[in-house]
């Protein structure tokens, strides 16, 4: 083992002084609003497209389909690939703009990312709450998903850096309780919109997304600098402070240590996309591009985006299932809470795999319910008494994801790269979650209407494979400081063939033993 590093009851690595900092929580709290426009936008998008004026206006052949019920199975009542586009082009957008919000971060700062972020989303809210055609509806989309870009790329980095070990997984977590207060809030205001005698309901609800962007872009400007970024750009000594300020100790010479070492092997990476592709960054590289694959083939979005829609299509009326859509956002908020408040306790492999445990049973229970009522034709039926079951193991379903694979997604991938590698780990996590966030969008209304009550199992199956994946690959990682990570990789019984001993001694260079 390197020299310097202390046993604790959670493993072997170093212990930093500090304690937790009001400073510190609030700056989180502030950073964690970059997940309110994203939230926002995965909540508004399905309930407008559930809406019979907006149908009407831009697609008005989806509604006539949607209203020729003797003719259209309940499956296909929305399948529509213009339809599909205006909730997925968002996720495109993102999946590019990340690429380049990496190099902005790493460049630049963590908050003028954000900042950016903000600003970009603003532009495109405003521009899809004057929309007058599809067009403008699109373009107006992409720059939404730029903004989710900048945002998904900083926020979880900037939380992974600010909150001290201990507290790491519930403070980066409230990026995720930010995402579901956003969905949460944007079907609140698809069930009022939805009430609004005229034809302008829609555009409130889709204008009013600008009310996130001001908050995350505002609140960025006052946000500081992290250590690890500052230390990256150059400016050491307000690193240090900046240390002391957020640890509340002025004994901070370890991890301040520690940080600048991290700084400096980064510095040697002229080329972080290619370093992480070396076999010593396997497992990163592993991890933040299966993670993001896993949490979209949850079919978690499929629910976000298109709750009222699925609803509806499952013969609940037209404020049933807006209202559904709002008791499943509700869930979604405080099963988030639920892991803000156990992450760091029992640790992320427990909660990754009893998730995917109860989302498998939620999946099958749901799909044989379907199978039963609808058959293969897509006529009949929910009894009230169906109905019900079905919205109970929708919002189990989504309580297992809220406390597992929602935050974790976004935790895991942002904490485990070194500083050399992270702007790209944290890239290819965005970016492979944009993409496959994209792909869902795209084809999910049309694999419900071909796979019917089978697109259920279909990622139920994929629930089985990812909790596998974890139980078999994914070592515990709570508690750990985070410039530390590498020690968890050597001790895991894969994943050491691909870490080299020297490689584990660059990182506590000049401490003295304590073995």
């Known amino acids: ?35 309110l426009i994203f939230g926002y936008d995965i909540g508004i998008s399905g309930g407008v497209t559930s809406m019979d ?36 082009s968002l996720y495109v957008a993102a999946l590019v703009a990340s690429f380049f919000a990496a190099a902005v971060t790493r460049a630049f700062g963590r908050k003028l990312s954000m900042c950016l972020g903000g600003v970009v989303f603003l532009v495109g809210a405003i521009l899809n709450g004057l929309a007058i055609n599809v067009a403008m509806l699109i373009i107006g989309r992409i720059l939404l998903g730029v903004g989710v870009g900048f945002a998904n790329q ?45 034809d302008y309901g829609w555009r409130i609800s889709l204008g009013l997304a600008a009310v996130p962007a001001i908050l995350m872009t505002v609140g960025s400007l006052f946000l500081p600098d992290t250590p690890n970024s500052l230390i990256e750009r150059g400016y050491t000594q307000k690193a240090r402070h900046m240390l002391i300020k957020i640890r509340g100790t002025e004994e901070v010479d370890d991890e301040f240590q520690d940080l600048i070492d991290a700084s400096e092997a980064a510095k040697r990476v002229q080329n972080p996309w290619k370093n992480i592709k070396d076999r010593k960054y396997r497992p990163q590289l592993v991890f933040t591009s299966m993670i993001p694959f896993f949490q979209q083939l949850t079919g978690i979005n499929v629910i976000m985006f298109y709750a009222p829609v699925l609803f509806k299509t499952l013969g609940f ?46 999946q099958v229970v ?63 996590n965005v970016s492979v979650n944009m993409f496959f966030t994209f792909i ?12 019917k009550f089978g697109l259920f199992f279909f990622f139920a199956a994929w629930e089985v494979v990812m909790t596998a994946f974890i139980f078999f690959f994914l070592p515990e990682t709570r508690n750990v400081p985070i410039e530390e990570m590498n020690r968890v990789w050597k001790s895991h019984w894969f994943w050491r063939k691909y870490i080299p001993d020297h490689h584990d001694m660059e990182m506590h260079s000049g401490h003295t033993s304590t073995f």
């Open 1 to 35: 083992m390197a020299a310097g590093i202390y046993i604790t009851s959670h493993g072997d690595h170093r212990h930093h002084e500090g304690r937790v900092t009001a400073f510190v929580i609030v700056t989180c709290l502030v950073a964690a609003m970059g997940g």
């Open 53 to 88: 004026v907006f149908l009407v206006k831009f697609f008005p052949s989806v509604h006539e389909k949607m209203k020729d019920a003797g003719n259209q199975t309940q499956y296909c009542k929305f399948d529509s690939p213009i339809l599909q586009l205006f909730t997925s």
């Open 154 to 198: 900083s926020v979880p980095v900037y939380l992974s850096e600010m909150a001290p070990a201990k507290l790491r997984g519930a403070l980066n977590m409230c990026f995720q309780l930010a995402i579901t207060i956003g969905i949460l809030a944007a079907n609140l205001i698809n069930y009022g919109t939805s009430k609004i005698k005229g």
């Open 317 to 362: 009326g037209d404020d049933a299932s807006l209202m559904s859509a709002v008791i499943t956002g509700a869930v979604n908020v405080v099963a988030t809470l639920v892991s803000i408040f156990t992450v760091d306790k029992l640790g992320r492999r427990f909660l990754f795999l009893e998730g995917g445990i109860q989302m498998i049973i939620c």
């Open 366 to 428: 749901i799909g044989i319910i379907l199978g039963l009522k609808f058959g293969s034709s897509g006529q009949g039926t929910l009894s009230p008494g169906n109905a019900d079951v079905v919205l109970v193991m929708i919002c189990l379903y989504v309580a297992a994801f809220a406390w597992s694979w929602g935050p974790l997604g976004w935790l895991v991938p942002s904490e485990i790269s070194p500083l050399e590698i992270r702007s790209a780990g944290q890239a290819i």
């Open 440 to 451: 869902i969008a795209q084809l999910f209304l049309t694999m419900l209407c071909h796979m």
